[in-house]
């Protein structure tokens, strides 16, 4: 099975993952309080390290979605899946309805599907 049969879901998938990386990522450089704050009260970090550690994740975050949009290799969009169910999974771990966990599934899903359509893709080209 060749990718170009599922281009339209390739990169309609593509952009999907690469806006909510770009999303997180830039509201991470701005310094968004909430997850400074989340990520004081899970690590113990002080609020100038935890501000630092959100202003890394944000620049990782944005470089993700640049190379997802370039090029989505395997092992990328693999950390982009466990990355946003963590994010996601952070929310009832700081004290927020596990809804706010549930609502964030696709943070963690579109990067799956995405892996899983370019796998099989890589299968059927062999």
Do not use: C
């Not at 202003?55 to 979605?65: Q, T």
């Not at 990355?83 to 599934?105: K, M, Y």
């Amino acid at each position: 099975m060749k990718l170009e049969k599922y281009l339209d879901i390739n990169w309609v998938l593509r952009i999907g993952v690469a806006g909510e990386f770009l999303g997180h990522g830039v509201f991470a450089l701005q310094q968004k309080s909430d997850w400074i704050k989340w990520t004081q009260q899970l690590t113990g970090l002080d609020a100038s390290t935890a501000g630092s550690f959100i202003m890394l994740v944000g620049a990782v975050d944005v470089l993700l979605a640049i190379l997802v949009l370039w090029k989505p290799m395997r092992p990328v969009l693999l950390w982009m899946v466990f990355w946003g169910f963590w994010t996601a999974l952070v929310r009832p771990l700081v004290g927020l309805p596990v809804w706010d966990f549930i609502e964030r599934w696709a943070n963690w899903a579109a990067p799956l599907a995405l892996f899983l359509l370019i796998s099989k893709a890589k299968k059927g080209s062999k």
